[in-house]
C-alpha cells in the first residue's frame, strides 16, 4: 500500500513526545512522496509542522481505527509498534479498569494497587474448563490453558511469572497456583492443595521484604512445581529458590524494612512463648531500623505471625521446632546489636557482659567467650603453622554481618527444604506445572553484584522466550503450508556468552576470587583488556575505572565493581561456625550447619520414593566436608542452578506472565508512559510485537473474513465456496500480493492492512448509514409535514366552516334584501325598459338596414379589386415565368445536345433494346398513377366541402326558426305583464290591512311575554334557592359519606397492609427454612455415600463373608430406615452375609460420627417444625386479632340507622307499586297453574321477590351507615371548642330540629314501620313458597340420582356379564324403563302416553335392528377366531400334551359367573410373599426401564404397583411388612440412583414415581384434608390400620434428594450449550460483524458443525419436558424444574458476558434479548408463563438493555439506574466498562458517565458479589396431587415379570 494512500488528510498518526513518550496527531493535508514534513494538528488543536528525516524518510507510525484500540490482544491490532501498545494498554488499564491483556503468548498484568474482586472461587469456576480465547485475559486463563495442556497432550508445563519489584510477580504466582488447588483438588484425604497454598505465607515471611517500590516485594527467586498424578489431581509440590537477597539481613535503604519475619516477632514480643527471646520493638535492633519505616501501613504484623504459625502447623512443622526457628531468628537480631569497639587500629573488642551477644549466646546455647573471641579474631592456616589474627573494628563488624547473613541463609534453606518434605507424598507423580516467580530485568543508579546476576537469569529467559515465540510462528505458518522467510529477531546468545562462556565475566571473577590478592580494580583491569576490544557489548565508561557496561537486550547497564568480589567470595570465619556447630544446647542450630543427609524433618516423616526426582535445592549438595562447602563461589552456583532451570523449562511448555508496574508512587489505577515503555522494552513484549509485526500479525479464518467483510462484496462475487470468494474479494481490494497469503484455513495480513479493509468497510458503512439515515429523516419531515398538513387542513376547514356560516348568513340577509329591491325595481325598471325597447327597436332596425348595405357594397367593391389583381398578377407571372422557362430551356438544350451526343451510340443500342421500352412504360405508368391519385384527391376535398356548405345552410335555416319561436314567447310574456300590472293595487290594500292587524297581534304577544319573563324569573329564583338548598344538605351528606369511607379505607387497607406483610415475612422465613432444610438433606445424602462408600471399601478390604442370618429389630424406627443404609436387601441379593467381626472392624469414630450427625439433623429438623408450626400459629392469632378489631369497627358503624328512615317513605311506595302488581299477577291467573314452576305469575313473584330482597339489603346497609354518621357527628361536635364554628353540621342540625319541630320525623318513622312489618309478611309468605318449591326440586333431584345410581350399577354388572347376557340383559333393561315411563305418563296424560307409546316402539324398532347387526358381527369375529385359534394351536402343540390350546379356549362357552364375581370382589391390591419382597423390588425398582415404562404403560404405574402391595400389608395389618416393604423400596431407588445418578430419564422416572407415591400415601392415609378430593369407591380404599406421616416425611426427603439430583444433571447436560447459544451464536444473521481477533482465536460466532445453538438450546428443554410429561412428572413440579433451569441459564449466561469484553456490545444486548424472547416463546407454547421462569432472566434482560441503551447524558444515567434494579452495582459498573463497540459508528461509555453511575448507585444495599450464584437452587415443595385413576382398574403387564403378585 503506497504512503500517500495512508497518510492522507484526517489520518491519525503517532510522534514521540518527551513526556508521553508517545503523542497523537491527525494529519491536515495530504502527504506526498517529496514532501519533507507533515502538516499535523494535535489533539488540543495545536497545528505543528512535523519535519522528516531527510536520510530516511521514515514516516511516522499509523494510528489503529478506535474501533482496535482497548482489544484483548495486542496481536490484534493492525498496526503492531510501540505507541499502539502503549496505547492499547493504557485505554484498558485507565478507562476500563482492566488490568489483564494477551500480548501473543504473553500475558500482561499491570499491578492496579488496588483490591479487585476477581479472584473469588465463582471466578475460578467461571474459567475452569474454558478456552483461553474464549474469555477476558485472566490470570485463571493463563493457569486453566497450562492445566488443560498437561492433561491434553500430557506434557510438564511451566508458568513463568517476571517483572520489576513491585509489578505483582508473587500474587500472579499466587493466584496461580490457588487456581490449580481449586480446580484439581487433591489425590488424598490430606489436603495437599492446602499446604501448597500454606507455604506461601511462610516463604513471604522469610523471603520478602518492603522496598520503595513494593510493600511485599520478593527479594529471590523460585520455582515451585506442583506435582499431579494420572487423574490430575495434585499430590504434591516441589520448591526451589534461586539468589536471596542475604544483603538485606544486615542493611536496608531509607524507606525500606528486613525480612517481615523479624517484625512479626518483635510486633509479638509480649506474647508468653516469646518472653526467653527478649525481644522488643523494631525500633531496638540495628538490622531492623536502618530503614526508618518499620510499619507498613493497613498491615498488622502481629496477625501476620499467627498466620506464619498456622502455615508451619499444616505444613506439619511441630511447635518446638517454631520456637527453635524463632529463636534463631531473635538471636541474628540481637548478634547485629553486639557492638564492637576498637582496642588499636589493627585490633578490635567487644566489651565484657554485652546482653545482646549474652543473649545470642543463651538462644543459640554456645559459650560467650568463644563468640567474642572468633568476632574479633581470625584463623590464619599455613603449610607448617596457625596464625590467630585479630581483626579491626571493621572487618570484626563485617564478620558479624557476614555471619548473621550465613546464619540467616542456611534456616531459609532449611525451611524450604522441611516446606518440600511436607509437600512429597508417596503417590506416583504423573506430570507437573511449574510456576516460576523470578526477578525482572533491574537497572538502577549503583547496581552490584545482585543486578548483575539478576540480569543475567533474565538475558537467559529471554533467550528462551524469543526461541519459543519464533518457534511457535514458523509452527503456525507450516501449519497453515504458507511460504514462509526467516524473521529477523534479536539474539541475545552474544551477552550470554560474553557473561558465562570461558573467559567471560564470571570466569574471570571466579579466577579473580582464587588469586590471593585479588581486587575488584585487577578484576576490572582484566575484563578490559580481555573484551573491551573484541566484543562490541561491552563498554568502559568514560570517567571511571571500576565500573563497565553490557548492552543487555533491554538496555546497556552499568556495574560497579565495587564488592564484587566479597558477594562472589561469600566468605564466613569458619571458627565461628565451628562455634555454632558445638552447641549442645539447641539442636536445630546444629541441624542447619550438618550436611542434608543426616537432618531429620519436623514431623518424623520419611521423604516419599514415589514420584520424580526432584532436583536439590542447592546444587553443593553432594559434598562430605563443610570446609568446601564455601569453595565454590556464588555466581558458579547461580550459573549451575540457572542452568538446570533452563533444562526444566526447555523441557516444559511454557506460559509467559509478563507484570508491570504502572508508576513508582504506588497509585491506583495511575499510567505513567515512560515507566511502563521502559518495562514493556525489558520484558520482551516488544519483542513479541516485532516478531509478530516481521510476519504475518493478523490472521482470519475464512469464514470470519466473508462474515466480517461481506458489506464489501457484491452478489456476483459471492460463491458456494467461501474460500474461494475470500480470494476473489481480497484480491480486487489489496492489489499487492505480498500484503497477505492463503492458507489452508486461514488468510494471513501484513500489518497494517485490517486497519485498511476496516477504512474500507467503515467507509462503506458510512455510505450506508448516510442512505439510510438520508431516508429515515426523510421519512420522519414527510411524516411531521403530513401532522401538519392534517391539522392546518383542520384550521382550515374549521375556519371556513365558521366563514362559510358567516357567509352564508350575510347571503340569506343579501338575497333576502335584493329579492325585496327586485320585485319593487323590477316594477319601476319594466315600465322604462319597454318604452327604451321600443324605441330602441326602431333605431336598430333603421341602422342595422343601413350598415348592412354599406357592407354590402364594401364588400362587392373588395371582391371586383380582388379579381382584378388575381388576373394582372397572373398575367404578369406567367410573362416572367415564360421568359425564364425559355432561358433556361435554351440552357438545358445546350448541355443535353452536348451530352447526347456523347451517348448517342449508347441510346441508339438501348433504343433498339426491349428493356428500354419497359423502362419508358413503367415511368409512364408511374406518372399516370399519380395523376389519377390526384384527381381522387380533388374529388374527394369537393365532396367535403359541399357537405360543409349544406350543414351551414341546415344551421342557419334552424337559428333562424329558433329566433322566431322566441319572438312570440316575448310577445306573450309583454301581455301577462299588463294583467299582473293592474292586480299590483288591490294587493296593496290587502297588505295594509295585515299590516294594522300584526301590529295589534305584536302588543299583545309583548304582554304576555312580559308575564311569562316576570314568572319564570320568580320560579328560577325559587328553583335555584331549592337546589342550593339541596346541594348543602348533599354535600353535606356527601361529606360525611365520605369521611366515613375514607376512614374505613384506611382502616382496611391498614388490616390488609398489615396482614400482607406478615403473611410475606412468614413466606419468606418458610422458604428460607425451606431452603435450609433442603441443604442439610443434601449434606446428609453425602454423607451418606461417603459413608457407604467407605463401607465398601472396608468390605472389599476386609473381604471377610460368612453365611448367617442378621435379625432386624421390629421396633426399629422407620426415621432411622431412611437415614441408615439398611443393607438386608443386598445380603439377600447377594446371597451372603458379612460377619460381625466386619462391621466392629470399622472405623467406629466415623459411624460415631455419623450417627450423632443425623441425630443433630433429626434435632433440627424438629426444631424446624417446631418454629414452622408456632409461626403459623402466630400467623392465625394475628389474622384472629384483627379480625376482632375489624368486627370490633364495623360494629360502631351499626348504630348509625336513625338518620336515613326519613328517607325510607318514598322507596315504600315503589315497593306497595310492586306488591300490587305481584297481587294483580297472582289473581289474575287460574288457581291451578298460578303457583306452577314456569308460569308467568311465579315468573313474576320470584322476579319482585329478589328485587325486594335486594332493595331490603340496600337499605339495610345505608341505614347503617347513616346511624355511623350520627354518632360520629355527635362525637365530633362534642369534642370541638365552642368558638369554632361547623357550618355545615349546624345546617344539618337544624334541618333535623325542623323535622323535629313539624312532628314529621315521628310520622315517617310510624309509616316507615307499618310498611316494614307489612313487606315482612310478605316477604316471609314468599319465602315459605319458595322453600317449599325448593324442597320438591330436592326430591326430584333426589329421585333422579338414585336412578342414575341404579342404571349405573346395572350397567356394571352387564358389563360383568358375557357378550350374549349383556345384550338381552340391556333390552329387558329398557324394556322395563320403557313401560314404567308408559305407565306413568298415561296416568298422567293420555295424549302424551300416546306420543310416547309411538317413540317408544321406533326405539324398540332401533334396537331389535342394532341387536342383529351385533349378532352378525360376534358370528363374524367368532370365525376369524377359530381360525386365529387354530393356527395357535398348531403351532404351539409340541409344548405340553395336557395343555388346551388358545383355540380350544374361546370355542368353549363363556359362563357369565366366571369373571363378574371375581373382579366385583377386587379391592385394589396386590398380596405378595415375604420371600418375593426382593423379587418386586429387583423387577419393578433395580432393573425397570424407564424408557419403556414411559412410552407403553400409565404414568407412575410403578408407585401405585409399590402402594397396592402396601395397601395388602396394611390390610393384613402386618407391620414388619410395611416396614421392610418401605425401607427396601427406599434403599432400592438409592440404589439406582447412585447407580445410574447420571442418566436423566432414571433420574425424572424415579422422581416421578417417587412423587406419586407420597401422593398415594397421602390421598389414601384417612385424612379429612386429602379424602375430600377422592372418589366414594377410593375413600374405601384407605388405608385402615397404620399411620404412615412418618415415612410420608421420609418419602418427602428422598423427593427432594432426587430433585436435586435431577436438577444438577440436567445442568450438566446444559451446560456446555448455554454459553455457546446464547451468547457466540450469532442468532439473527449479520447483526454484529466478528471482529479483529489476535493471537488467542475465539469461539466463532458462526456456528459450525457440532456447535451448540440456540436451537440445541430449545431442544434440549424440550426434550426435558417431553420425557418429565410422559414419566408423570406433576405440572407444579415441572414447572419448578424449568424455573431452575431457566435460573442456571440466566447465570452462567450473564457471568460470561461479566468476563468477556468481546460480547459487551450493542449488537449483541439485541442477540440476547432475541435469545430470551425465544426462551420466553417456548415458555408460551409449552404454558409454563406463570412459573416465575421469565423472572429468573430478569437479571439478563437488563443486562442486555444495558448494553443497547444510550449511555451519555445524566438522564440517560437515571434511566439505567430505574431499570436496571435487579442488576449489582458492581455488575452495571462491570458492563460499562466492558462495553466495546463493534462498529466505528458506536461510541465508547465515558469514565464521567461510569462514575455518575457509581454515585447514583452508591446508597443501594447489596452485595458486591459480581458474579452470580450457579450453584443456586430453589427450594422445592410437592404439592399435593391426587389421582383420579381407580386401584382396582390397574392392570400389571407381563413385561415387568411379576406375576407372583395376586390381586386381591
Avoid at 352 to 364: D, G, I, K, Q, S
Wanted: proline share 3%; with cysteine.
Amino acid at each position: 500500500m503506497a504512503a500517500s494512500e495512508l497518510y492522507t488528510k484526517s489520518a491519525r498518526v503517532w510522534i514521540p513526545d518527551a513526556e508521553e513518550v508517545w503523542k497523537s496527531a491527525e494529519l491536515t493535508k495530504d502527504y506526498k512522496n517529496d514532501d519533507a514534513s507533515l502538516q499535523l494538528m494535535l489533539e488540543d488543536g495545536t497545528t505543528i509542522d512535523h519535519k522528516l528525516d531527510p536520510k530516511t524518510k521514515n514516516l511516522p507510525y499509523l494510528r489503529n481505527p478506535d474501533i482496535l484500540v482497548g482489544e484483548n490482544d495486542l496481536t490484534a491490532l493492525s498496526y503492531l509498534h510501540e505507541p499502539a501498545v502503549l496505547h492499547n494498554l493504557k485505554v484498558r488499564f485507565i478507562d476500563s479498569k482492566l488490568i489483564y491483556t494477551y500480548c501473543g503468548i504473553v500475558l500482561v498484568a499491570i499491578n492496579p494497587y488496588e483490591t479487585l474482586p476477581i479472584y473469588g472461587t465463582d471466578i475460578i469456576n467461571a474459567y475452569s474448563g474454558q478456552n483461553m480465547g474464549d474469555m477476558d485475559p485472566h490470570i485463571f486463563a493463563v493457569a486453566e490453558e497450562a492445566y488443560k495442556q498437561m492433561a491434553r497432550d500430557e506434557r510438564n508445563q511451566s508458568i513463568i511469572v517476571s517483572g520489576e519489584s513491585g509489578a505483582g510477580k508473587t500474587v500472579s504466582a499466587k493466584y496461580a497456583m490457588r487456581y490449580f488447588a481449586t480446580v484439581s483438588g487433591s489425590a488424598s484425604e490430606a489436603n495437599v492443595e492446602e499446604k501448597v497454598l500454606a507455604s506461601n505465607p511462610i516463604m513471604e515471611a522469610i523471603g520478602n521484604a518492603k522496598t520503595t517500590r513494593n510493600d511485599n516485594s520478593s527479594r529471590f527467586g523460585k520455582y515451585i512445581e506442583i506435582g499431579f498424578d494420572n487423574r490430575y489431581r495434585i499430590i504434591g509440590a516441589n520448591m526451589r529458590t534461586y539468589l536471596l537477597e542475604k544483603s538485606r539481613v544486615v542493611f536496608q535503604a531509607d524507606e525500606e524494612r528486613n525480612y517481615h519475619i523479624f517484625y512479626q516477632l518483635c510486633a509479638s514480643a509480649n506474647q508468653p512463648e516469646f518472653k526467653n527471646l527478649r525481644l522488643s520493638t523494631a525500633n531496638d535492633f540495628l538490622y531492623t531500623r536502618q530503614g526508618r519505616s518499620p510499619v507498613i501501613e493497613g498491615v498488622d504484623d502481629a496477625k501476620e505471625l499467627r498466620t506464619t504459625r498456622h502455615a508451619f502447623t499444616l505444613l506439619g512443622i511441630n511447635e518446638s521446632y517454631q520456637i527453635g526457628l524463632f529463636q534463631v531468628l531473635a538471636a541474628i537480631l540481637h548478634l547485629g546489636n553486639v557492638e564492637i569497639k576498637d582496642r588499636d587500629s589493627d585490633s578490635s573488642l567487644i566489651a565484657p557482659n554485652n546482653r545482646h551477644l549474652t543473649a545470642f549466646c543463651e538462644l543459640v546455647g554456645v559459650t560467650y567467650q568463644d563468640m567474642s573471641q572468633w568476632l574479633c579474631h581470625r584463623k590464619l592456616k599455613t603449610a607448617t603453622e596457625t596464625y590467630i589474627k585479630p581483626l579491626p573494628r571493621l572487618q570484626a563488624t563485617n564478620a558479624r554481618d557476614a555471619l548473621s547473613k550465613h546464619i540467616y541463609a542456611k534456616l531459609f534453606n532449611w525451611i524450604v527444604e522441611h516446606v518440600n518434605k511436607a509437600l512429597v507424598t508417596n503417590i506416583k507423580q504423573h506430570s507437573f506445572i511449574g510456576v516460576l516467580d523470578i526477578y525482572g530485568f533491574e537497572t538502577f543508579e549503583i547496581n552490584s553484584f545482585e543486578q548483575f546476576c539478576i540480569n543475567y537469569a533474565n538475558e537467559k529467559l529471554q533467550q528462551q522466550f524469543n526461541m519459543h515465540v519464533f518457534k511457535l510462528e514458523q509452527e503456525e505458518y507450516m501449519k497453515e503450508q504458507i511460504p514462509w522467510t526467516l524473521i529477523d529477531f534479536y539474539d541475545n546468545q552474544p551477552c550470554i556468552n560474553l557473561i558465562e562462556a570461558k573467559m567471560g565475566i564470571l570466569d574471570l571473577l571466579d579466577e579473580e576470587c582464587k588469586m590471593p590478592k585479588g581486587s575488584d580494580d585487577s578484576w576490572a583491569q582484566k575484563l578490559y583488556n580481555t573484551h573491551l576490544k573484541t566484543c562490541s557489548l561491552f563498554e568502559k565508561p568514560r570517567m571511571s575505572n571500576r565500573a563497565f557496561i553490557i548492552q543487555h537486550f533491554a538496555d546497556k547497564v552499568e556495574y560497579q565493581c565495587e564488592g564484587f568480589l566479597e558477594k562472589n567470595k561469600d566468605t564466613v570465619n569458619e571458627e565461628q561456625i565451628h562455634v555454632l556447630k558445638a552447641s549442645k544446647k539447641f539442636n536445630l542450630l546444629v541441624e542447619l550447619f550438618q550436611d542434608e543427609e543426616k537432618a531429620t524433618t519436623p514431623t518424623g516423616q520419611v521423604p516419599g520414593t514415589g514420584g520424580r526426582t526432584r532436583l536439590s535445592i542447592k546444587p553443593d549438595k553432594g559434598r562430605d566436608t563443610s570446609s568446601k562447602e564455601h569453595k565454590k563461589t556464588v555466581g558458579c552456583q547461580f550459573r549451575n542452578s540457572l542452568q538446570m532451570l533452563m533444562e526444566t523449562l526447555n523441557a516444559t511448555t511454557p506460559h509467559y506472565v509478563r507484570c508491570i508496574k504502572p508508576n513508582d508512587f504506588k497509585l491506583a489505577f495511575s499510567f505513567d508512559p515512560k515507566r511502563a515503555v521502559q518495562q514493556l522494552r525489558a520484558c520482551g513484549v516488544l519483542e513479541t510485537i516485532r516478531i509478530s509485526a516481521a510476519g504475518f500479525p493478523s490472521r482470519w479464518t475464512y469464514q470470519e473474513f466473508f462474515s466480517r467483510y461481506r458489506v464489501l462484496m457484491k452478489q456476483k462475487d459471492v460463491l458456494p465456496d467461501k474460500k474461494l470468494t475470500c480470494k476473489n474479494v481480497l484480491e480486487k481490494l489489496v492489489q499487492d500480493q505480498d500484503k497477505y497469503q492463503f492458507g489452508k484455513t486461514k488468510i494471513f495480513f501484513r500489518a497494517g492492512q485490517v486497519a485498511y479493509l476496516e477504512k474500507l468497510r467503515a467507509d462503506k458503512l458510512r455510505a450506508a448509514c448516510i442512505r439510510i439515515q438520508k431516508t429515515i429523516r426523510c421519512w420522519l419531515a414527510r411524516k411531521k409535514y403530513l401532522r401538519q398538513r392534517s391539522a392546518a387542513i383542520t384550521i382550515q376547514r374549521f375556519t371556513r366552516g365558521y366563514q362559510a356560516r358567516c357567509l352564508a348568513k350575510f347571503m340569506r340577509r343579501t338575497q333576502a334584501a335584493t329579492i325585496i329591491q327586485k320585485y319593487q325595481r323590477m316594477c319601476v325598471e319594466r315600465k322604462r325598459f319597454r318604452q327604451k325597447q321600443a324605441a330602441a327597436l326602431a333605431m336598430q332596425t333603421i341602422l342595422r338596414a343601413y350598415m348592412a348595405r354599406q357592407k354590402y357594397q364594401a364588400l362587392l367593391r373588395e371582391h371586383k379589386a380582388v379579381i382584378i389583381q388575381k388576373h394582372v398578377r397572373g398575367w404578369l407571372a406567367r410573362c416572367w415565368y415564360k421568359h425564364c422557362l425559355e432561358a433556361i430551356v435554351y440552357l438545358q438544350c445546350c448541355i443535353r445536345r452536348m451530352r447526347a451526343k456523347r451517348e448517342l451510340k449508347k441510346l441508339k443500342i438501348e433504343a433498339r433494346s426491349v428493356e428500354h421500352f419497359k423502362k419508358l412504360n413503367k415511368g409512364m405508368e408511374n406518372k399516370i398513377m399519380q395523376l389519377q391519385r390526384k384527381i381522387d384527391e380533388q374529388n374527394k376535398d369537393n365532396r367535403v366541402i359541399s357537405e360543409r356548405l349544406v350543414s351551414l345552410e341546415s344551421s342557419y335555416a334552424s337559428e333562424s326558426e329558433r329566433m322566431r319561436g322566441e319572438l312570440g314567447r316575448l310577445r306573450g310574456v309583454e301581455e301577462d305583464a299588463k294583467n299582473k300590472a293592474n292586480q299590483v293595487s288591490s294587493l296593496l290594500e290587502e297588505l295594509e290591512k295585515l299590516r294594522k292587524e300584526l301590529s295589534v297581534t305584536q302588543q299583545e304577544k309583548k304582554t304576555i311575554e312580559d308575564w311569562a319573563q316576570k314568572y319564570r324569573d320568580e320560579m328560577e329564583k325559587m328553583v335555584s334557592e331549592l337546589k342550593d338548598q339541596n346541594g348543602l344538605l348533599k354535600k353535606e351528606k356527601d361529606d360525611l359519606n365520605r369521611m366515613i369511607q375514607e376512614q374505613s379505607q384506611q382502616m382496611t387497607e391498614k388490616m390488609t397492609r398489615a396482614i400482607a406483610q406478615e403473611t410475606q415475612q412468614l413466606e419468606t422465613d418458610l422458604n428460607e427454612e425451606r431452603s435450609r432444610y433442603q441443604n442439610l438433606l443434601t449434606e446428609h445424602l453425602r454423607l451418606e455415600e461417603k459413608y457407604d462408600d467407605l463401607k465398601e471399601e472396608l468390605a472389599q478390604s476386609k473381604n471377610v463373608s460368612k453365611p448367617g442370618h442378621r435379625r432386624t429389630d421390629s421396633t426399629h424406627s422407620s426415621n432411622e430406615s431412611e437415614y441408615t443404609y439398611n443393607s438386608e436387601y443386598a445380603e439377600l441379593e447377594d446371597g451372603s452375609r458379612v460377619g460381625e467381626d466386619v462391621t466392629r472392624g470399622m472405623d467406629t469414630s466415623l459411624t460415631l460420627k455419623l450417627q450423632k450427625r443425623v441425630t443433630e439433623l433429626e434435632q433440627e429438623k424438629q426444631s424446624l417444625r417446631n418454629e414452622l408450626e408456632n409461626k403459623e400459629e402466630q400467623f392465625q392469632r394475628a389474622r384472629a386479632r384483627d379480625d376482632a378489631q375489624f368486627r370490633k369497627a364495623r360494629g360502631a358503624e351499626l348504630e348509625y340507622e336513625s338518620l336515613k328512615r326519613q328517607e325510607l317513605e318514598s322507596e315504600n311506595k315503589k315497593l306497595r307499586h310492586d306488591l300490587a302488581e305481584m297481587r294483580q299477577s297472582l289473581l289474575g291467573g287460574t288457581a291451578a297453574s298460578a303457583g306452577a314452576p314456569g308460569s308467568p305469575a311465579y315468573k313474576v313473584l320470584l322476579d319482585q321477590l329478589n328485587a325486594s330482597c335486594e332493595e331490603l339489603e340496600v337499605r339495610k346497609e345505608e341505614v347503617l351507615i347513616l346511624r355511623s354518621q350520627l354518632v360520629s357527628q355527635k362525637e365530633a361536635m362534642h369534642h370541638k371548642d365552642e368558638k369554632e364554628t361547623m357550618t355545615e353540621p349546624s345546617v344539618f342540625a337544624q334541618d333535623v330540629n325542623k323535622l323535629k319541630d313539624a312532628d314529621e320525623l315521628k310520622q315517617a318513622y310510624v309509616g316507615l314501620k307499618d310498611t316494614n312489618r307489612l313487606l315482612e309478611q310478605q316477604l316471609q309468605t314468599q319465602r315459605r313458597t319458595h322453600d317449599s318449591e325448593v324442597e320438591s326440586l330436592r326430591g326430584e333431584l333426589q329421585n333422579v340420582k338414585e336412578e342414575n345410581n341404579r342404571q349405573q350399577q346395572l350397567l356394571a354388572q352387564n358389563l360383568q356379564l358375557p357378550p350374549e347376557a349383556r345384550i338381552e340383559a340391556s333390552l329387558q333393561h329398557e324394556i322395563t324403563r320403557l313401560t314404567n315411563e308408559n305407565l306413568e305418563l298415561l296416568a298422567d296424560d293420555p295424549t302424551a302416553s300416546r306420543e310416547a307409546r309411538v317413540i317408544i316402539l321406533r326405539r324398540m324398532v332401533d334396537l331389535m335392528e342394532q341387536l342383529e347387526k351385533q349378532d352378525r358381527t360376534i358370528r363374524k369375529l367368532k370365525k376369524q377366531l377359530k381360525v386365529y385359534s387354530k393356527r395357535i394351536g398348531e403351532m404351539g402343540a409340541g409344548h405340553t400334551e395336557g395343555q388346551t390350546s388358545p383355540g380350544q379356549m374361546v370355542e368353549e362357552p363363556i359362563h357369565p359367573v366366571n369373571i363378574p364375581r371375581r373382579e366385583k370382589d377386587f379391592q385394589g391390591m396386590l398380596e405378595y410373599k415375604k420371600e418375593d419382597e426382593m423379587k418386586l423390588v429387583k423387577n419393578l425398582i433395580l432393573e425397570l426401564k424407564p424408557r419403556g415404562v414411559a412410552v407403553n404403560l400409565i404414568p407412575g404405574l410403578p408407585a401405585y404397583i409399590l402402594f397396592m402391595c402396601l395397601r395388602h400389608s396394611d390390610y393384613v395389618n402386618d407391620d414388619q411388612k410395611v416396614r421392610t416393604l418401605l425401607t427396601s423400596t427406599i434403599n432400592s431407588i438409592k440404589k439406582i440412583l447412585k447407580k445410574r445418578g447420571d442418566d436423566f430419564e432414571t433420574v425424572s422416572f424415579w422422581l416421578a414415581n417417587t412423587c406419586r407415591f407420597l401422593h398415594c400415601l397421602k390421598q389414601y392415609s384417612g385424612d379429612e384434608v386429602f379424602m375430600k378430593h377422592n372418589t366414594s369407591r377410593q375413600n374405601e380404599h384407605c388405608l385402615s390400620n397404620f399411620d404412615l406421616a412418618e415415612y410420608r416425611q421420609v418419602i418427602s426427603d428422598l423427593a427432594i434428594q432426587i430433585y436435586q439430583q435431577l436438577v444438577k444433571c440436567m445442568e450438566n447436560i446444559l451446560q456446555p450449550m448455554i454459553v455457546s447459544g446464547m451468547l457466540e451464536h450469532e442468532t439473527i444473521q449479520g447483526v454484529s460483524g466478528v471482529k479483529p481477533t489476535g493471537l488467542r482465536k475465539r469461539t466463532s460466532s458462526i456456528a459450525d458443525e457440532g456447535t451448540y445453538t440456540l436451537d440445541s438450546i430449545l431442544r434440549q428443554l424440550s426434550a426435558f419436558h417431553s420425557t418429565m410429561c410422559q414419566h408423570g412428572t406433576d405440572p407444579e413440579l415441572i414447572k419448578q424444574v424449568v424455573k431452575q433451569l431457566f435460573y442456571i441459564i440466566g447465570a452462567v449466561t450473564l457471568n460470561n458476558l461479566l468476563l468477556r469484553k468481546d460480547m459487551c456490545s450493542w449488537s449483541k444486548g439485541m442477540q440476547i434479548r432475541y435469545n430470551v424472547s425465544q426462551l420466553e416463546e417456548w415458555l408460551r407454547d409449552k404454558g409454563l408463563m406463570n412459573c416465575g421462569a421469565k423472572e429468573t432472566l430478569e437479571p439478563l434482560i437488563q443486562a442486555a438493555q444495558l448494553l443497547q441503551v444510550k449511555k451519555k447524558t445524566d438522564e440517560d444515567a437515571e434511566a439505567i439506574c430505574s431499570m436496571c434494579h435487579a442488576l449489582t452495582t458492581a455488575q452495571i459498573v462491570k458492563v460499562l466498562n466492558l462495553y466495546t463497540p463493534v462498529n466505528e459508528f458506536e461510541e465508547r461509555v465515558s469514565v464521567s458517565f461510569i462514575r455518575t453511575i457509581q454515585t447514583r448507585l452508591r446508597d443501594r444495599c447489596e452485595s458486591p458479589q459480581l458474579l452470580m450464584d450457579t450453584k443456586m437452587i430453589y427450594p422445592v415443595t410437592f404439592p399435593f396431587n391426587p389421582s383420579s385413576l381407580a386401584l382396582e382398574t390397574i392392570q400389571i403387564p407381563t413385561s415387568l415379570n411379576l406375576s407372583f403378585l395376586t390381586r386381591v
